[in-house]
């Protein structure tokens, strides 16, 4: 397998067509200059050792070297086998509310802001683990599955808001779920779910979801985010700016609460724990501390190992077709000349 480690340079070898077209236009140019000057008969004789032909070959031989050059920039990488790499860890799925309430802001700066954060840290501290992301509202889907590729992880957290999910309200049924269904049970690791959400379930039946992944073995931690007195949600313009709050049908703000009591008893069914969002603390690494102290198991991620750079293999032509098309003439070759079947009585001699 081919890896490239800069594979954006491979876009230089587009200046390949360009150079082509230039050296087509270049030498019509210079046809119709010699037109201008003088008579083509005449021209030919006194330009007798120019050959076209060779420059032509001086333009293959650049633009053998450039793509080369292009090639060699790029960093290319062979992997020389595909192997199982034992690793030690457990398998975590993140479940992420993103549902507009997470916009409250009674955590600074808001509540989803703050779970990201969180997250974020965890992804920075985790060593062998593998880690899945699923974001819900009004119904769940995963944003990446479990894997140990901490940078890739990072890169789909950024890009979270509360209109990843465009079905309203708070499923967290939905998220169990989704979760109990992308774990893989035939691996003997174990299996944690981390819930952060405002605990406001509007949809479906959480309890009754977390007993069913409860029984496969999964442990359920939860993190409420919010305050049990409640706090307004903004509602923000294009340009981010807060223009009012979210209302209800008849107009009343409406105040989204953390509901403490259903979250604890999810996590209390998980075989887990509860722990209050804040704004100083990072209830993750708490989470964290409690799942390092757990039995770890080994499992098997194919990767392809060996990656050895192989940029020298197009570096050392590029330079050498660079020397050759600097070392290179337009003059014919005579002695070449002699053989060749086309050519006219008496073109060569001397």
């Not at 008969?41 to 001086?58: P, W």
């Not at 992804?123 to 590729?149: H, K, S, V, W, Y």
């Not at 269904?181 to 509007?202: A, C, M, P, Y």
């Not at 209050?276 to 198991?297: F, S």
Request: proline share 4%; hydrophobic share 45%.
């Amino acid at each position: 397998m081919i890896r490239f480690a800069h594979s954006e340079y491979l876009y230089a070898l587009a200046v390949i067509p360009v150079m082509i077209v230039a050296y087509i236009l270049f030498a019509r140019l210079r046809a119709k200059s010699a037109a201008r000057f003088g008579n083509p008969q005449i021209l030919d004789r006194l330009a007798a050792e120019a050959s076209n032909s060779k420059r032509v070959a001086k333009l293959v031989v650049l633009l053998g070297a450039v793509a080369c050059l292009c090639v060699a920039l790029s960093g290319p990488r062979i992997g020389t086998r595909l192997e199982e790499v034992k690793q030690e860890g457990v398998d975590i799925f993140i479940a992420l509310d993103v549902s507009l309430s997470m916009k409250s802001e009674d955590i600074k700066p808001n509540r989803l802001e703050k779970a990201k954060f969180e997250v974020r840290n965890l992804i920075e501290r985790l060593a062998g683990d593998r880690i899945g992301l699923i974001l819900f509202a009004g119904e769940a889907f995963t944003q990446f599955p479990l894997t140990t590729d901490y940078s890739a992880a990072a890169m789909f957290l950024d890009i979270v808001d509360v209109d990843a999910v465009p079905v309203p309200g708070t499923d967290i049924g939905s998220a169990i779920e989704r979760a109990s269904e992308s774990f893989d049970f035939e691996e003997t690791t174990t299996k944690v779910l981390i819930i952060i959400t405002d605990g406001e379930s509007t949809e479906g039946d959480a309890f009754d979801a977390a007993e069913e992944a409860a029984k496969k073995g999964v442990l359920i931690y939860t993190i409420g985010l919010g305050s049990p007195t409640g706090s307004p949600i903004p509602v923000l313009n294009a340009a981010g700016q807060q223009v009012d709050f979210k209302r209800d049908r008849a107009g009343a703000v409406v105040i989204s609460k953390l509901d403490e009591p259903g979250l604890e008893k999810l996590a209390a069914i998980g075989s887990g724990k509860y722990f209050r969002g804040t704004n100083a603390q990072d209830e993750l690494d708490e989470i964290y501390k409690n799942i390092n102290a757990l039995q770890k198991r080994e499992f098997g991620v194919k990767q392809f190992t060996d990656f050895e750079d192989r940029f020298q293999f197009f570096l050392v032509p590029a330079l050498l077709l660079l020397l050759a098309e600097v070392l290179m003439t337009e003059n014919r070759l005579r002695w070449l000349a002699k053989w060749n079947p086309l050519r006219k009585p008496g073109e060569v001699e001397s």
